[in-house]
């Protein structure tokens, strides 16, 4: 039975607790856009927030790189490189101090290829699991490092492909495999590799029409996604001018979806019974759209499984949200659109301002988007556009966010910041 004098000091405690940076450390946000739909839906995430406000701590990170946060327990881990391109590594933060615990060089490039100005060399998310970090540079590199000590498990080096203007697609993990896609301008592949080795279990060439000999028509920046379909796993991955849907255990193809464009980057959105898509840029008369699809099927099911399409006020880099039956698309000219999840039709734009590159997030009835100059832009999932708030930061934003109990983890060009509520 518990006394006067426990009861007494947990009635004290209690308010402590509460506002324990640590207390719901346990919440992970595994990969790009955490388990892939940018949701952190109980989370009590601060609503206003400026340099002096709600930022209980802000930590430089140096180098450039556009890799988004991932958050395991206690530790947050993202990537960098030198802006040459000549050294990429990977950097842990103390959850609670903002303390750097790890800065490590993982590799080293003589001759790195081009990058675009508005790319880096560090721009694929990590992912993470109970002691092991997976890092990722594209064709330069992938290493399983151990979280605790920081000591490389394993790497790989061996895969070519030319990004032509850099990397950007993030690995996943899942029942022991490590699913990596590289479309370049020379090679265009998936693989799925052993999270204990790197040796690999399937690699699968995409072959795909891409309607041109042009590299630079093949190119894609996707991020795969892995669903559940009457019984059958899918691992799900855009590409240039289709979508396709592999065995994650064998690498088969189940079916693929073509949409024409190219530099698809977003990442598959699972709702409502349906796989959303977009094609990245537009190539001849394809325009940029996004692309609703019935699950199952074998083969080339364009014809009799695409739902609905979308061609006005389609995102091209940051990822689409889906909260309940609407679906929430944050422009790159900064024009958010909510539509109708289970047919497109569309309820309402707005201009909301800004250029955007980076992901929403969703928290608590909440849409948190951070454009390229520092402003973040809070309004209601809803049916009519409610603004709720615009908070400033010093820099830009490139990277996503991400939402771990109650704090939202915000990386600019420049810092890290830990906002919390």
Not at 137 to 166: M, P
Not at 229 to 255: C, F, K, M, Q, T
Not at 367 to 379: K, N, P, Q, R, S
Request: a negative charge; charged letters at 20%.
């Amino acid at each position: 039975m518990i006394t006067r004098a426990q009861l007494t000091l947990l009635l004290i405690l209690l308010p402590a607790l509460n506002h324990s940076p640590s207390l719901f450390a346990d919440t992970p946000w595994r990969s790009f856009r955490g388990d892939g739909n940018g949701r952190a839906d109980a989370a009590d995430v601060a609503v206003e927030w400026s340099e002096n406000s709600n930022v209980r701590w802000k930590t430089a990170i140096p180098g450039k790189g556009w890799s988004s946060p991932v958050v395991w327990g206690q530790q947050i881990w993202l990537t960098t490189a030198s802006e040459d391109g000549m050294k990429m590594y990977a950097i842990c933060i103390n959850r609670d101090t903002g303390k750097i615990e790890h800065n490590l060089l993982v590799f080293e490039n003589p001759e790195p290829r081009f990058c675009h100005p508005t790319n880096s060399y560090a721009s694929p998310t990590p992912t993470i699991e109970d002691g092991r970090v997976y890092v990722h540079f594209g064709s330069y590199g992938t290493a399983c490092l151990d979280t605790t000590s920081g000591k490389v498990i394993w790497q790989r080096r061996d895969f070519e492909c030319n990004h032509w203007r850099g990397p950007g697609a993030s690995p996943i993990i899942s029942e022991g495999r490590l699913f990596v896609p590289f479309d370049g301008y020379d090679h265009q592949f998936v693989v799925a590799l052993d999270t204990t080795d790197g040796s690999t279990i399937w690699r699968k060439d995409r072959n795909i029409d891409y309607g041109s000999d042009n590299g630079d028509h093949k190119k894609a920046y996707c991020t795969c996604s892995l669903m559940e379909h009457n019984g059958r796993v899918e691992l799900i991955s855009p590409s240039a001018a289709e979508v396709v849907s592999y065995d994650p255990a064998s690498g088969d193809e189940y079916w693929r979806v073509r949409y024409g464009g190219m530099n698809s980057a977003t990442r598959p959105l699972i709702a409502n019974g349906l796989v959303y898509v977009t094609n990245g840029d537009s190539t001849g008369k394809i325009k940029p759209s996004l692309v609703a699809i019935r699950p199952g099927g074998n083969g080339n099911v364009t014809e009799s499984h695409v739902a609905w399409n979308l061609q006005k006020g389609v995102t091209k880099r940051p990822s689409p949200l889906v909260i309940d039956d609407l679906l929430f698309l944050i422009g790159d000219d900064g024009v958010a659109t909510c539509v109708e999840a289970n047919t497109g039709e569309v309820i309402w734009r707005k201009r909301i301002g800004g250029s955007f590159r980076s992901s929403p997030v969703y928290a608590q009835g909440r849409i948190y988007c951070f454009d390229l100059d520092g402003a973040c832009t809070v309004f209601e999932a809803g049916r009519e556009f409610k603004q709720i708030a615009t908070n400033e930061l010093d820099h830009g934003c490139q990277a996503s966010p991400a939402i771990s109990g109650n704090d939202l983890f915000v990386r600019t060009t420049q810092h890290l910041y830990c906002i919390e509520p």
